[in-house]
Each structure stands twice: as C-alpha cells, then as structure tokens.
C-alpha cells in the first residue's frame, strides 16, 4: 500500500476552478494506477477520473468528462485533478486512491490506498 495525502480543495463560486493535488509516499507510485473519487452527503463514493500507471490511459464519468483533467507526476509521485467550469453539484468530500494495477480501472475493490479525503464547495 501507499500513503496518500490529499491538498488544493476549498470554497468556490460556480464557473470557478480547483486542481487538487495527492502526494503519495513509497518507492512504487509508478506501479499504481489512480483514481479519484468524490463522495457528497447521502450519496455513494463515485469515481470521477482514473489514470493509468503511465499516465497515457485516463478515464472520466460523464459528469465530469470535458471539465476535469488527471494527470500524474512520477518522479514527485503526485497525482493531480484540475477541475474547471465548477457546478455546484461538484460539491462534494474528494479522495484519491491507488490501486495496484498499471492499467486504468474503475473497479472501487480494485483501490486499496485511500487518502483522508479534501472537501471540495461550489456556491451558487
């Protein structure tokens, strides 16, 4: 396992923008694919966008497809999201996690690192 450290998130009017940050400790970062996830009051943890160990395969929810953008840093074994054209229903407690695996998934039993979660606000 990994240990994950989640940063960047905060109160934003809606059309604003956020990037969130997850620094990682341990020596094999690169073998982990990434995901993160968000988890709003009352609702279940869903995944927003997940890359690959090489960072050239990403996936996206719908929700978020076209306004979100993962990516990685393997040499400062950092995993980031940039959120853009913010919505308020993007309010919600963000968690990244590794799972070890080098292919993208969007499996929630395949992560098995979870960070302690950055809360993310969108006003209207």
């Known amino acids: 396992q990994v240990q994950l450290v989640e940063s960047g998130g905060g109160l934003v009017q809606a059309g604003g923008s956020l990037r969130l940050s997850c620094a990682a400790s341990?020596?094999?970062?690169?073998?982990?694919?990434m995901g993160w996830f968000r988890q709003a009051p009352g609702k279940e943890r869903e995944l927003v966008a997940a890359?690959?160990?090489?960072?050239?395969?990403?996936y996206y929810a719908d929700s978020v497809n076209g306004r979100f953008t993962i990516d990685r840093d393997n040499v400062k074994n950092t995993v980031y999201l940039q959120m853009n054209s913010l919505k308020p229903d993007d309010t919600a407690v963000y968690y990244c996690?590794?799972?070890?695996?080098?292919?993208?998934?969007?499996?929630?039993?395949?992560?098995?690192?979870w960070g302690q979660g950055t809360q993310v606000t969108v006003s209207s």
């Open positions: 890359i690959s160990w090489s960072g050239r395969s990403t």
């Open positions: 996690a590794a799972a070890p695996t080098v292919v993208v998934t969007t499996r929630l039993d395949d992560y098995d690192s």
């Open positions: 341990g020596r094999t970062f690169s073998r982990y694919a």
